[in-house]
């Protein structure tokens, strides 16, 4: 077994929940510990690889020989990414990027008159997509998790992103904790991975990637 199967690849990924501002004091977000993506960036370091990561806020240390790139809302994610993916080998999108952001932001807090709010919200860029879409597209790793029928969402996914891998898991299977259980979808097929801690998946996905990029 090679002790450094990454040695001199470059990985771009994204990580954490993003945070939509609505107004000063309020916004939307997406529920991310951002606990696998740290893991995952932690793994990949120790494999040799060189890590940018591209973190929504989160309340976690930046991985040993990791270098973390803070952003909070989508289009600043998007942003950080395309600057940097030129340069990158690989790109794994782990954020639970929001899918929606409120189409105006208020510049003061907005207050409670009348019954409701209506807040009008417009799509963000799917970051994901458009780097796999890219000419010189990285080797490109997604991040599904689904409430069900994770198969069919996940190879799902692999076609319509046209991605080399994505990582599966059952939502109420690993969100906030510190276990997860996943499965992993590329051409191939599909490779169940055991249940464990979000550091031992992460070094189960850093051994199927090294697999995937040997070949
Ligand atoms: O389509 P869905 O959002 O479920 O796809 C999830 C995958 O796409 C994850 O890898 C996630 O990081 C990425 N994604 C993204 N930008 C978005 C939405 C999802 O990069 N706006």
Request: proline share 6%.
């Amino acid at each position: 077994l090679q002790a450094k199967p990454l040695a001199g690849h470059t990985v771009l990924m994204t990580a954490g929940p993003t945070y939509e501002p609505i107004d000063p004091v309020r916004g939307i977000t997406n529920i991310s510990s951002g606990k696998m993506g740290y893991a995952l960036a932690r793994a990949l370091a120790l494999a040799g690889a060189k890590v940018q990561l591209i973190s929504g806020p989160v309340a976690l240390p930046v991985p040993y020989g990791v270098e973390r790139i803070d952003v909070q809302t989508a289009r600043e994610m998007h942003q950080a990414v395309m600057q940097r993916v030129g340069q990158a080998r690989i790109f794994i999108g782990v954020a639970a990027v929001a899918d929606f952001r409120p189409l105006d932001v208020a510049a003061d807090k907005i207050k409670k008159t009348g019954d409701g709010l209506t807040l009008n919200l417009t799509r963000n860029p799917d970051i994901l997509a458009e780097v796999a879409s890219l000419p010189a597209a990285p080797f490109c790793v997604g991040f599904a998790a689904e409430s069900q029928n994770l198969d069919t969402y996940a190879s799902g996914k692999l076609q319509a992103k046209r991605l080399q891998l994505v990582v599966g898991n059952l939502v109420q299977d690993g969100m906030g904790g510190d276990t997860n259980q996943v499965v992993l979808f590329d051409a191939a097929g599909s490779h169940p991975l055991p249940r464990a801690s979000k550091t031992e998946v992460a070094t189960g996905i850093v051994a199927h990637l090294a697999k995937m990029l040997e070949v």
